[in-house]
DNA sequence: TTGGAATGTCAACAAGGCTGACGTATTCTT
DNA sequence: AAGAATACGTCAGCCTTGTTGACATTCCAA
């Protein structure tokens, strides 16, 4: 183990040692799954999917938005992306718009169903969330948030910084 | 929107006004992904998948675990666990040892090949998190640590603050 | 000896990823 | 105007990883 690696010591500043990294390790894999545990069950209820809930939660975040830049988001193919969007219409939750500039274009929106069960999806997450963070106070917020960024691939967190607005 | 409501003010404190909160929902599930990208990588090339990799981190952390616990840290029903497990197995990457005590009881161990590959998977995943501790520093840190432990079920969080040990 | 616990296994199914191929508008480029 | 490129949809098939349900085996304990 090379935790007890004298040699390595001007890396040792004890927040770095592999015990602490370990430990950073599984709080992802548990918080992660506490984090998504309340929405799969409301979706459960409406026979839908974690998937659902992603499209759901970026589509209302940036109404208007294309598939393509759904598809960028998400990181997953068109033929998935397409499976799930395709149910969410069907379901009457997602309106999808031919585009005005650009034809080719699907705008997509929520619609009123869809807002009632994003924002259901979303109390329920961030009700969790608030407890957390209410628990954990101010600046341990940020230490999450900055950690949270710095883990990211350089290529997702513009996607994280700023959501392309959609136009309309 | 509920954030510019003024009628909220004395739970609105900054950090827990929605955006906050929705920012938060966002990073953790960019960051989840770039957690689990690096280890991704190398499974495939084993043809293995991220299901291989938790069993392969738990045993590796509990040596001699029952399948039992291991069922219970995961949360998976036995036949999900057992699928991975088999190939585990059968891949000369982990030992399956019937218990002493109760011979009903199998107990788990990674065998060297298992240890070699757990060491490029764990050592891929904390490189990744190495770095975010390192560009966000301990106190960052440590605020991470603690949203992610009050966001976990309360169930699950003694899996993750002491992981019973294995016997044998 | 018998009930229950721990484990394994078979079968079937679903969600949600993936690839590949193809079709159809539409727009851009030459 | 013709052809290339783009945006999107769709069909077909495959994989992983989760689920239920049913049932066999082995062994401990009462």
Redesign the interface.
């Known amino acids: 183990m090379a935790t007890n690696d004298p040699a390595r010591e001007g890396e040792n500043?004890?927040?770095?040692t592999?015990e602490?990294?370990?430990?950073?390790?599984?709080?992802?894999?548990?918080?992660?799954?506490?984090?998504t545990?309340d929405p799969d069950r409301i979706l459960a209820d409406y026979g839908l999917g974690r998937a659902h809930h992603?499209a759901l939660?970026f589509i209302h975040?940036s109404p208007g938005t294309t598939v393509n830049n759904l598809l960028s988001i998400l990181?997953v193919t068109k033929q998935s992306l397409n499976r799930v969007l395709r149910t969410l219409v069907e379901e009457g939750l997602v309106e999808s718009r031919v585009g005005q500039r650009d034809r080719r274009e699907r705008h997509l929106r929520l619609t009123e169903a869809g807002r009632t069960l994003e924002q259901r999806l979303?109390d329920a997450?961030?009700d969790?969330?608030?407890?957390?963070?209410?628990?954990?106070?101010?600046?341990?917020?940020?230490?999450?948030?900055?950690?949270?960024?710095?883990?990211?691939?350089e290529e997702?967190?513009p996607?994280?910084e700023t959501l392309r607005d959609g136009g309309g």
Chains 1, 2 share one sequence.
């Open positions: 500043l004890l927040f770095l592999d602490q990294l370990r430990k950073g390790i599984e709080a992802m894999f548990f918080a992660y799954r506490g984090f545990a992603r939660h975040r990181g979303s997450q961030r969790r969330m608030r407890a957390a963070y209410r628990s954990a106070g101010p600046a341990a917020v940020a230490g999450f948030r900055q950690v949270l960024e710095a883990m990211m691939d997702t967190r996607s994280y």
